[in-house]
């Protein structure tokens, strides 16, 4: 049976209307970059006192009823209804991942579920915990984990449950010495709150529910168009003339200007609104009079928050990409096929729109992961990489050989069988069990860890998503914006330096500047750049647009084997890539009844003829220098 979405996730009233500026219509650069991480300053030598918490008050609605619990609508109307500056109860839960790919916002509900999976048909217990919902597995029901993951018979598991994810909790005794400081803000004026802390939770890795959609997907162009239509419907409501200019809404699309504004405008605008150039509403737009303006009720249902934090979670993936120094037209949309998909870095590949979507085709149509490796957020084997498996090569566990597992298979008589659809689904179940329990055993240990001589010698190391030690900031990547970019993968370190260049210290690039000129504005300027990360990643950007710049047909043999690879590699692509165009000709020519001359198409025994025109094969890399040609066999 199904266990997913029976369960009831109700916001606060402010999410709902998308309460600004909680809810931004669109998210600027250093927002998209400390996404749920905002910068917190204090004044320098002044003092910081602590108000007294007050008394929470008894929640009631319009008719002065009291509000049963669960009636989050009433009890929650205002944004200061969630503030903690009362003494409402919370729980506080402490993410494992550094970088979820989604999170809720502001007034959004969750509910903290606790399953219990039934011994057999005749178990009648039910969990009575003092935090949580029980909710009740039959013996044979499907895990709520979809897949990756699993409540044992007669074990009770806690889980936050929620619209966008789910994961797993894992609950712990806060420390006596930590305490919850809130810090409220009211027209420029400050006050401090303290708190004690009585339930933390540590939340296991989250498991999206819904894809998070592409950079160019049409889900988040609805969503402009729906905040669009509300913040318009809303505005025209609060006129008394019941009249709008677009300049209005320009106060809430900054990013926009008139002429965007307009074209947004544009469907709704004929559906709904008339702008009048005439009469006492002149230059005005106001709602046609054969239509019924939305009641606040439908209003809240075109836009829902889920919808906005999606789309805030695909600007920050976007924005992380291009710190990282790739550019909009490196932004892959989710709809590659495989052979497209393994031609990306792990960085394109680790994008939420890449991994929500693994994810989500791995629960419901029962596609692979890779689950170790590169893409594990602990970089230790107590997490799930979601990063796509390939469907043309057995799946692989965590310590074996790729190169080994295929010898194997290949070495296999012909009387025995090879490897298996359902070989393969049981290693893959195997790997499950094996991350599940190592992130158990270690979320739910109540002992801290303890830092390694290591980690005490070279403090200021630390460890990638990839798992790879780096010196610098935690979790940053070698790019050209190394500041801003934490990375989501890199298993170099900084300076381009593989792993263990760094660890004694010493930099061997710390005395090398890269002097850049530039002609701005007709005027040539020099600027030095000494970071050797920066260096590294600027020659080899440079590099990489210097190689692209050259005609594949003036490539030679270098005699370096790098650059002859790489060379090797464009060629190939080229020579797939005129096939492909080759043969869309052909179709179309089939289609439209056309005649096909003999020899104007390739044969599968000519395909590699293509050496003979003396282009350079990988093999070839290092031999006699020749001239390339790219030729259509006749």
């Given at each position: 049976r199904q266990t997913f979405g029976q369960l009831i996730v109700e916001h606060a009233y402010p999410a709902q209307k998308l309460q600004l500026p909680f809810y931004k219509t669109r998210l600027s650069k250093q927002e998209a970059r400390s996404w749920h991480r905002p910068a917190l300053q204090f004044p320098a030598n002044l003092p910081l006192s602590f108000n007294k918490v007050r008394g929470a008050k008894k929640k009631k609605d319009k008719a002065g009823r009291k509000i049963t619990r669960g009636d989050l609508t009433e009890g929650l109307r205002f944004t200061g209804d969630i503030s903690l500056r009362d003494t409402s109860s919370f729980v506080l839960f402490e993410y494992s991942e550094e970088y979820p790919a989604t999170l809720s916002s502001f007034g959004m509900g969750s509910v903290l579920v606790n399953y219990y999976r039934k011994r057999n048909d005749a178990d009648e217990y039910i969990p009575k915990l003092d935090l949580g919902e029980p909710f009740i597995l039959e013996p044979n029901d499907e895990s709520p984990f979809m897949r990756h993951g699993h409540v044992p018979q007669g074990d009770t598991v806690q889980a936050v449950y929620n619209n966008l994810y789910r994961a797993p909790l894992f609950r712990h005794k806060p420390a006596s010495t930590d305490f919850l400081v809130i810090r409220s803000s009211t027209k420029g004026e400050s006050r401090y709150f303290i708190r004690e802390i009585k339930n933390l939770f540590v939340v296991g890795q989250t498991f999206p529910v819904v894809e998070v959609p592409g950079p160019h997907s049409r889900k988040i162009t609805n969503t402009i168009k729906g905040r669009l239509q509300v913040i318009a419907f809303r505005l025209l409501g609060k006129s008394k003339e019941g009249r709008i200019k677009i300049q209005r809404l320009l106060k809430y699309f900054p990013d926009e200007n008139e002429l965007q504004m307009k074209q947004r405008l544009k469907p709704f605008i004929k559906e709904f609104m008339e702008f009048h150039r005439t009469g006492p509403h002149q230059n005005y737009w106001r709602t046609k009079t054969t239509i019924k303006q939305p009641t606040k009720a439908e209003m809240l249902r075109i836009v829902e928050p889920e919808h906005v934090v999606?789309?805030?979670?695909?600007?920050?993936?976007?924005?992380?990409?291009?710190?990282?120094?790739?550019?909009?037209?490196?932004?892959?949309?989710?709809?590659?096929?495989?052979?497209?998909?393994?031609?990306?870095?792990?960085?394109?590949?680790?994008?939420?729109?890449?991994?929500?979507?693994?994810?989500?085709?791995?629960?419901?149509?029962?596609?692979?992961?890779?689950?170790?490796?590169?893409?594990?957020?602990?970089?230790?084997?107590?997490?799930?990489?979601?990063?796509?498996?390939?469907?043309?090569?057995?799946?692989?566990?965590?310590?074996?050989?790729?190169?080994?597992?295929?010898?194997?298979?290949?070495?296999?008589?012909?009387?025995?069988?090879?490897?298996?659809?359902?070989?393969?689904?049981?290693?893959?179940?195997?790997?499950?069990?094996?991350?599940?329990?190592?992130?158990?055993?270690?979320?739910?240990?109540?002992?801290?860890?303890?830092?390694?001589?290591?980690?005490?010698?070279?403090?200021?190391?630390?460890?990638?998503?990839?798992?790879?030690?780096?010196?610098?900031?935690?979790?940053?990547?070698?790019?050209?914006?190394?500041?801003?970019?934490?990375?989501?993968?890199?298993?170099?370190?900084?300076?381009?330096?593989?792993?263990?260049?760094?660890l004694d210290g010493r930099d061997p690039m710390s005395n090398r500047v890269l002097r850049i000129r530039r002609l701005i504005d007709g005027k040539w300027k020099t600027e030095i750049i000494r970071d050797p990360r920066v260096i590294t990643a600027y020659v080899e950007r440079k590099r990489i647009d210097e190689e692209a710049a050259i005609n594949p047909e003036n490539l030679v043999v270098t005699g370096d084997s790098a650059i002859d690879a790489r060379n090797a590699k464009r060629i190939q692509d080229e020579i797939a890539r005129l096939k492909k165009n080759q043969g869309r000709r052909l179709q179309r020519k089939q289609k439209a009844g056309e005649h096909i001359p003999a020899g104007e198409y390739y044969t599968q025994s000519e395909t590699q003829g293509w050496q003979d025109e003396g282009a350079m094969s990988p093999d070839a890399a290092g031999s006699t220098a020749k001239k390339i040609t790219l030729k259509v066999r006749k």
């Open positions: 999606l789309s805030e979670a695909m600007t920050v993936g976007s924005q992380h990409l291009m710190d990282s120094g790739y550019g909009k037209g490196d932004f892959a949309d989710g709809e590659k096929d495989e052979e497209e998909t393994n031609k990306m870095s792990i960085e394109q590949q680790l994008a939420p729109w890449m991994t929500t979507k693994s994810f989500v085709s791995a629960a419901t149509k029962g596609t692979l992961m890779k689950l170790h490796g590169d893409g594990d957020p602990t970089t230790r084997g107590e997490a799930f990489s979601f990063i796509r498996a390939s469907a043309k090569t057995p799946f692989v566990k965590a310590g074996e050989d790729p190169d080994v597992v295929n010898e194997q298979i290949a070495n296999k008589t012909k009387n025995q069988h090879k490897y298996t659809v359902a070989d393969q689904q049981q290693a893959y179940r195997q790997e499950v069990d094996r991350i599940w329990k190592a992130q158990h055993d270690s979320l739910s240990n109540p002992i801290p860890p303890v830092l390694t001589e290591e980690d005490e010698t070279h403090p200021s190391q630390s460890i990638s998503r990839r798992g790879s030690l780096q010196p610098g900031a935690r979790g940053r990547s070698p790019s050209i914006f190394s500041d801003r970019a934490p990375s989501r993968a890199g298993s170099v370190g900084y300076g381009g330096q593989p792993d263990n260049a760094s």
